[in-house]
Every structure is written in structure tokens, then in C-alpha cells.
């Protein structure tokens, strides 16, 4: 009953916590596009915190390396299950024109299981609003 | 009084990008900000070893995805000069079109993020929202809203018709007047001027000695401006650098407020002066040499070392970005403010670390 009724509240109000990891901006600043008042998320209930703790989807952009690989494992063990991974980018898909890079160890799949893959260099709002529509329907399927 | 060491960072919310700072505080107070970079870093310039001097424009675009127009003409403009390539007159026009376009676009953006860091999110709303306009008109143009990737070595690769040059006219005579509409907000609201007036002070000796470059350093009183050396199509227009005069966050925020209208007025300048003609040269041969360019981005100098030795992919590419220059800044304005003014004075330089990590 209890799971029921949280599971409920995670679709129809998920929190976001958006973590760059080695991007050159673009796919930020589209993420933060998305909060403002053209295509406005907050009207369907999605927040975007600050908190891991707070978050049920992590949004990813850009390429792992060695260094912000902690840092993104540290946050998605802090994030209370079931959690969602939106990998957002060409670069967070599979390191975009960055994979031969020498500090680029290549897409977040290498690192942390990702449930949607948002394509595009930069991804559009639109894409990725698609992306974490998607990511909700993820929510019945996972097991916690 | 015990010392205390606050990490900050690399995740915040106030920063859209990683930064870490170690502040060592005393009661509240800063006594000293350490900050720690390679988050974000690629190693994206030893890519010039695995693509050519062509395929490099689209690399260094993604330097940095708010100022990749900007970045992408300061690589073009170097191997052109080492090439002798002569860029047609209409496609210097339409550089400074779009990079002043790019300017207007972050310095909204900043002033957006800005309004956030200090907890203003009714004009963070506002300033994206003007915002998009502009990025209506770079995907009208190029196809793309943020990377527009319209730069090639030997000119662009996009024309304009005069009808989207009226078109962009009319958007951005809008654009004018909304932005001027928040203006009494920013600049002389109390509670916002409680936040800004006197936070994070550099001195017009202190700005010189450091290096500081961009509207950081003009909000200190010294005139630099990289466009004054007339590069692009930038000789032929009429502009003065913006000036402030006290160094402080407000200072900051004024000079990148209006240097939003001068940006608007450059474009039609620009708009009312562009000849007809070609827009692109074919270019044929390598490169061969050494150069050194800089362009004006909206934080600052932006500078490209190339080195050529006359195979397909370049020797040596160096980058030395504006973000770069102005941390050092960081260092010596945090000391002496509380720990609840961090967040804004780590905005007011303005810092890009994408690109400052490359």
C-alpha cells in the first residue's frame, strides 16, 4: 500500500537532480532552458534540487573521466531507490566527439546503469523533457 | 575563534558547472578561498592528433557550448592568417552578427544565473525568457540553438537573406525593450543592491596586476577591449568598451547589462553596412607556421596559439580562455566576506569552467 502510493507521487511529481559531469555546457544550459518560463517543467510537477538525497531522476550530461567519476558515484548512492539515470548528450551516450580524448574514459553507461538515452549535440528542451517522460515509466518496471 | 574548513562544491546548486572551493572560515567570515579544478577536463587539445586542421573547427566549438561560435572564429581566424586566406567582406559581416548574437545570449544567461545566486528567481525567469528569443533566432539561421557551428576555415557556411536581417532587426528591437524594462530591477532595486553594492571588490591597480580580463576588468575602469583591434568586421563599426568604475558585483553586473545593448546596437550596425558577395573561399593546401589570436569573448580575451607544420593535422593547439585568467580574482575577493555571499561573488567573474578545463 505504502510502496503503492509513493510510487504514485514519483510519476506524478519527480525531482531532478542534474549533475555535469565533463560537458562543454550546451546540454546544460538546455537542461536549465527546460526549468524556464517557454517550456516550463514546474507546470507538470517535475522540481529540479539540489540534494541527491531529495532526487528521483539523475540527469547526466557529458563524458566520465577519472576524476567526476567519484563525485557521480558518490551522488547516485545517495539517492534513495527506485532512482532513475537520464543520460543526456552525444558525450554522456558514448563520449561524442570527445572518445578519443586521453581523459575521457567515454559514455556514463561505462560507470552506472542508465535507463534513457536522450540524444543530440546539444540536446534540444524538447528532446529532453521527452526523455524524462520516458524515464518515468521507468518507475513501474523497477524493483526496490 | 576556531577555524573551519567548508568544502564547497563540485555539486552545488547555485553552480551549473563543477567548481570546488576550500574556504577556510573564522566565525562566518572568509579568511581563505582555494580553488580546485579538473572536473570537466578532456584533453580536448591533443585532439589535433587525431583529426585534421578542418575537422578541429567542430572540436574547438565544443570547448565550451555558450561561446562555441566565438570559439570556433578565433581558431579560423588563426589558420587563416597562416594560410593567407583573404575571408570574404560579407562573411566578416556575418561573424559579428552571430558572435555578438552569442554575447547577448550569455550575458542574459548570466544575468539570469546571477539573479539566482542571490535568490531572485522572478528575474532568473525573466532574463531566460528574453533569452529564448535570441535562441529563436540562432536555430531560424543556423539550425541549432546552441552550438550554431557556422564557422569554416575560409568563411561561414551559412547566408542570410535580407529578410531574416529585417527579421532579426524587429526580434531584437523586442528584445531591447524588454531587457530594458528589467533594468530598474537589477540596477536599483534595495534588497538587490543589499547583495551586490561592495561584495568582492577589485581595485583598478589590483584588476592590472592580476591580469583580469573581460567585464571584470572593466568593471575595475580599464578600457580593454579585444574588438577595438578590429578583427572581423569589427573596424568598421562604431563602439566604445563599456566601463564601470568601482570593481564590486554590482559594478560587474551593470557593464554585462549594457553590454547588451551595445551588442544589440553592433548587430544593426552590422546589419545596415553588410555588402553583398560570397560568404565562403575554397581553400586548398596545409597550413604551415606559427600564430597567435585573440577575439573577445563575452567573459573576456580568448586566446589561440597554433602551431603548423604543414601536414593535415595541426602540431600544436594551445588555448588560453578568459575564465582562466579571471580566477585569480576569485582568490583575492572572497577573503574578508561572509560564507552566504559566496555564491554571488563566484558568479560575478562569470565563470566558465568547460571552458577553463578544455
Known amino acids: 500500500m505504502f510502496k503503492h502510493s509513493l510510487q504514485k507521487a514519483q510519476i506524478k511529481s ?131 | 575563534m576556531l577555524k573551519t574548513v567548508i568544502p564547497f562544491g563540485p555539486q552545488h546548486p547555485v553552480f ?156 531584437l528591437a523586442n528584445v531591447k525593450q524588454e531587457v530594458a524594462r528589467l533594468g530598474p530591477t537589477l540596477l536599483e532595486d534595495y534588497t538587490i543592491k543589499k547583495r551586490t553594492v561592495g561584495k568582492g571588490i577589485v581595485s583598478r591597480d589590483k584588476a592590472y596586476e592580476l591580469g583580469l580580463v573581460g567585464p571584470t576588468l572593466r568593471a575595475s575602469g580599464i578600457a580593454q577591449d579585444v574588438r577595438m583591434l578590429g578583427y572581423a568586421a569589427f573596424n568598421e563599426l562604431d563602439f566604445e568598451p563599456v566601463l564601470g568604475t568601482d570593481g564590486d558585483c554590482y559594478a560587474r553586473s551593470k557593464v554585462r547589462f549594457q553590454e547588451v545593448f551595445q551588442s544589440i546596437d553592433l548587430i544593426g550596425q552590422a546589419i545596415r553596412k553588410i555588402p553583398g558577395g560570397e560568404v565562403q573561399v575554397t581553400v586548398k593546401g596545409r597550413p604551415e607556421g606559427e600564430t597567435v589570436t585573440r577575439v573577445e569573448q563575452p567573459r573576456g580575451e580568448l586566446l589561440y596559439y597554433i602551431k603548423a607544420d604543414g601536414s593535415k593535422n595541426l602540431d600544436r593547439l594551445r588555448i588560453r580562455t578568459p575564465t582562466f585568467a579571471n580566477i585569480p580574482a576569485l582568490v583575492t575577493m572572497l577573503p574578508g566576506h561572509w560564507l552566504s555571499d559566496v555564491p554571488v561573488i563566484v558568479l560575478s567573474i562569470d565563470p566558465c569552467i568547460s571552458c577553463t578545463e578544455r
Open chain 1, 14 to 144: 519527480p525531482w531532478l537532480l542534474h549533475y555535469d559531469c565533463g560537458s562543454c555546457n550546451g546540454c546544460d544550459i538546455e537542461v536549465l532552458a527546460c526549468l524556464t518560463p517557454v517550456y516550463d517543467i514546474e507546470r507538470i510537477g517535475i522540481i529540479n534540487v539540489g540534494n541527491p538525497m531529495h532526487a528521483d531522476i539523475l540527469l547526466v550530461t557529458g563524458t566520465v573521466n577519472p576524476r567526476n567519476k567519484t563525485v557521480l558515484l558518490n551522488l547516485y548512492d545517495q539517492m534513495p531507490q527506485p532512482k532513475v539515470i537520464v543520460a543526456i548528450g552525444s558525450c554522456a551516450l558514448s563520449g561524442g566527439i570527445f572518445r578519443q580524448a586521453y581523459n575521457v574514459l567515454g559514455g556514463i553507461d561505462k560507470i552506472l546503469p542508465v535507463d534513457v538515452y536522450v540524444p543530440g549535440c546539444p540536446a534540444k528542451p524538447e528532446t529532453i523533457i521527452d526523455g524524462v517522460v520516458m524515464a518515468l515509466e521507468r518507475f513501474s518496471q523497477k524493483k526496490w
Open chain 2, 16 to 171: 551549473p558547472e563543477p567548481i570546488h572551493l576550500t574556504l577556510t572560515v573564522e566565525d562566518e567570515i572568509i579568511k581563505q578561498a582555494l580553488p580546485a579544478l579538473g572536473f570537466v577536463h578532456r584533453g580536448l587539445e591533443t585532439l589535433v592528433d587525431k583529426s585534421d586542421f578542418h575537422q578541429m573547427v567542430q572540436v574547438v566549438e565544443r570547448v565550451c557550448g555558450i561561446c562555441s561560435m566565438i570559439h570556433a572564429m578565433c581558431y579560423c581566424q588563426a589558420i587563416e592568417e597562416i594560410m593567407a586566406i583573404q575571408v570574404p567582406q560579407r562573411a566578416r559581416y556575418l561573424r559579428v552578427i552571430w558572435s555578438e548574437l552569442s554575447r547577448i545570449h550569455s550575458h542574459l544567461l548570466w544575468l539570469g544565473l546571477f539573479a539566482d545566486s542571490f535568490g531572485f528567481e522572478n528575474l532568473f525567469m525573466q532574463f531566460w525568457k528574453i533569452r529564448e528569443k535570441v535562441m529563436d533566432i540562432h536555430e531560424a539561421t543556423t539550425g541549432n540553438r546552441v552550438i550554431v557551428s557556422v564557422n569554416a576555415v575560409g568563411g561561414v557556411r551559412r547566408d542570410m537573406s535580407s529578410e531574416q536581417l529585417q527579421w532579426i532587426q524587429s526580434q
